[in-house]
């Protein structure tokens, strides 16, 4: 099993510009997070879906992040339009409550906007 | 609503020595899941742990145990004979049990483990 896979690993770019951050989930996992590390706040949960339906985005910091998860194999975060303050690592995990090694994770997309 | 503690942010042991690292949680939840990860300099977070609230029993791999009681609601996680590799950052996270699908885990704010020779 590849594990959960996350694109880019790093991006760095302008403020206002576009960012989409993606995640593949592992194969048969009905649930997906999105979580957000910053040395100030530590891991936020910012969105997650079961069976590919959004249950909880009250993370989600405002209008300019937005998340989808068209089929159970993929999810993007995107943040429109970026802003220095939305530098951190972002995470991806999935999970199945069928599984008792709980969530795993992505190796996480590093954002810096400058 | 959930919460998580971590009350020492930094740890600091010379190689061999045992430390612990605790962890006290609130829910109001009576069944929950609890988790240990790890977090490597390298950055991903690493999984080492889930117990169900209903099973109390104390839990042994290798160098690492767990301790939970839910009378103090701690989940104490213990690494014996501690080695240079095991310098990370440890997170104790807490999620409720639903059926079918998993819930958010909420974490606590890590502590950080320095082991030097």
């Known amino acids: 099993d590849a594990g959960v896979i996350q694109s880019p690993r790093h991006e760095v770019t302008e403020m206002g510009q576009e960012v989409t951050l993606r995640c593949k989930p592992i194969?048969?996992?009905?649930?997906l997070f999105w979580y957000r590390q910053t040395m100030m706040r530590g891991l936020e949960l910012l969105i997650y879906f079961n069976n590919n339906v959004p249950i909880d985005d009250s993370g989600m910091p405002e209008d300019r992040f937005s998340a989808k998860m068209p089929n159970a194999s993929f999810s993007t975060l995107k943040i429109q339009p970026s802003e220095p303050r939305d530098s951190a690592v972002y995470f991806c995990a999935s999970s199945s409550d069928s599984y008792n090694y709980g969530y795993t994770f992505g190796s996480g997309t590093r954002l810096t906007v400058v | 609503a959930q919460k998580v503690t971590q009350a020492q942010t930094e740890i600091s042991v010379v190689e061999k020595e045992d430390v612990t690292l605790d962890c006290v949680y609130e829910?109001?939840?009576?069944?929950?899941?609890l988790f240990w990860y790890k977090q490597p300099p390298s950055g991903e977070l690493v999984f080492l742990i889930r117990r169900n609230s209903f099973d109390e029993q104390n839990e042994i791999s290798g160098r690492y145990s767990w301790n939970f009681q839910k009378s103090t609601s701690s989940f104490n996680f213990t690494i014996t004979a501690s080695q240079v590799v095991d310098s990370a950052v440890y997170f104790c996270?807490?999620?409720?049990?639903?059926?079918?699908?998993?819930?958010?885990?909420?974490f606590g704010t890590g502590t950080r483990l320095q082991v030097t020779l």
């Open positions: 996270a807490l999620s409720e049990v639903s059926t079918g699908t998993a819930s958010k885990l909420t």
């Open positions: 194969s048969g996992h009905n649930s």
């Open positions: 829910t109001r939840d009576t069944t929950y899941y």
